[in-house]
């Protein structure tokens, strides 16, 4: 079961491509967010998107170039990556505000991503 | 902003023992605090979660007390199993948005 799905589960590019990684969530939230998970290192919050609107970029750097065309869609544009971006990104979904069921935070399977 | 501190970083436990994780948090805004399940390659996955009008909640197996005063929360596993063994994120959250994560807890459950 998973609310929010993430295409492509695994992607290889190199250093000089472009590439997207695409997220959609059909659990009806108002906020999407990047997470970039890499080996034993903490979730770290890359974008925030409330009601399409991007309202936090934790000074990510800007070979990443995130879109959100509507609140059901995020998708994280990649150029000129460096092999140290190798990691999982994670998609997630929730609905901001008092009352809502649960106000929890539902996450993407992850894409795998090895810059080479 | 929010600041979150979860310990131990890895803990190893005999199959049926008890496992306890800590987090602390340090804004007293934060009021709802989740916990989240990561097994190896998999995504993170919501196990347990308590709001700031509760003391306590259990689970099954699984529970999660939460101490507003002292600003801090944990998860007690008990009758562990094998498959128990995952890494283990808390979280703190106002409203829902702006989820600030712990570190994790590497649990190793040995059979």
């Known amino acids: 079961e998973t609310g929010v799905t993430q295409t492509p589960r695994h992607l290889v590019m190199g250093m000089t491509n472009k590439k997207s990684l695409k997220c959609e969530q059909h659990?009806?939230?108002?906020?999407m967010y990047w997470y970039k998970q890499s080996a034993k290192k903490p979730l770290e919050l890359m974008f925030v998107y409330n009601f399409k609107e991007q309202t936090e970029n934790n000074s990510v750097p800007s070979r990443f170039s995130p879109e959100c065309p509507n609140s059901s869609h995020l998708f994280l544009h990649l150029h000129t990556l460096q092999p140290e971006d190798s990691a999982l990104y994670l998609c997630?979904?929730?609905?901001?505000?008092?009352?809502?069921?649960?106000?929890?935070?539902?996450f993407g399977e992850g894409s795998w991503l090895t810059v080479v | 902003g929010e600041n979150v501190e979860q310990h131990p970083s890895t803990l190893s436990v005999q199959e049926g023992d008890s496992a306890v994780i800590k987090c602390t948090y340090s804004?007293?805004?934060?009021?709802?605090f989740p916990w989240y399940k990561q097994e190896l390659g998999k995504r993170p996955q919501l196990i347990i979660d308590i709001r700031s009008n509760v003391g306590e909640k259990k689970d099954q197996r699984i529970a999660v007390t939460l101490n507003k005063t002292a600003k801090h929360f944990s998860l007690h596993i008990t009758e562990t199993q094998p498959e128990d063994s995952a890494v283990y994120f808390c979280?703190?959250?106002?409203?829902?948005?702006?989820?600030?994560f712990g570190t994790g807890t590497s649990l190793t459950v040995i059979p």
């Open positions: 979280a703190a959250s106002i409203t829902g948005n702006q989820f600030y």
């Open positions: 804004d007293s805004a934060s009021n709802y």
């Open positions: 997630a979904s929730s609905q901001e505000g008092t009352g809502a069921k649960g106000n929890t935070i539902y």
């Open positions: 659990l009806g939230h108002n906020a």
